[in-house]
Each structure stands twice: as C-alpha cells, then as structure tokens.
C-alpha cells in the first residue's frame, strides 16, 4: 500500500517562498520517478518538476514556466522529496499534487501511479 502524504502549502506574496514536501509510505523515492504536477482553476493539470530515479543518467527537468525557480530534491534517509519554490509569481497559484510513477519518468499525468492529496498554494498581494 502506498501513501502520498504532502505539506507545506499556504499563501504568499508575490516575490516569497515556500517549500512543498512529500512524505511517501511503501514506496521508494530513490528508486522511482518522483515529481510534482499543479492545477490551476479551469486548467490541466501540468507537470512542473521530476527528478528520475537514481538508477537513470537523466536528473532533473523543469517546466520552463518555473525553471530557475523550482527545485525538486528528495531525501532518501526520510523518504520524502520537495519541492522547493522561490520568486513566487501570481501565475504559480494553484493545487499542487506529488506524485510517483514505478520506474522511469514521463511528463504525462495519466502515467503516474501514486498521488498526493494536493495541497493549495495561493500567490497573492
């Protein structure tokens, strides 16, 4: 049984920090693709970081709307992999899902296996 558990939403101003973390039960997070998706109100849920397992010579992508901003890492001692997002902007408001998928990674949505339950991130003055 697998268990995705997130925190670490919130509100913040344009410009501000927060950090998302992702707790995963009964699966590794070094051994599989691990990212995180977001949805804004009335779109598609989107893919905005994923960093492959360790095993892959790939390491990390960034959708270009948050590269230099986002950092995907996880930590393999707790079992739990971030997403750490700085520079805020108004467009990054939405509900942000972790997610694994068993083996390599994809960008697409559907392909994932396991999902958290969203944790709401609100850019706002």
């Known amino acids: 049984q697998v268990e995705l558990v997130e925190s670490g939403g919130g509100s913040v101003q344009p410009g501000g920090s927060l950090r998302l973390s992702c707790d995963a039960l009964?699966?590794?997070?070094?051994?599989?693709?691990v990212a995180w998706f977001r949805q804004g109100s009335g779109k598609e849920r989107e893919q905005v970081a994923r960093?492959?397992?360790?095993?892959?010579?790939?390491?990390?992508y960034y959708a270009d709307s948050v590269k230099g901003r986002f950092t995907i890492s996880r930590d393999t001692t707790k079992n739990t992999f971030y997403l750490q997002m700085r520079y805020l902007q108004t467009p990054d408001t939405g509900t942000y899902y972790c997610s694994i998928r068993v083996g390599g990674c994809t960008s697409r949505a559907g392909d994932f296996d396991y999902w958290g339950q969203g944790t709401q991130v609100t850019v706002a003055l």
């Open positions: 960093r492959y397992p360790s095993t892959s010579t790939d390491n990390a």
């Open positions: 009964g699966s590794n997070v070094n051994h599989n693709c």
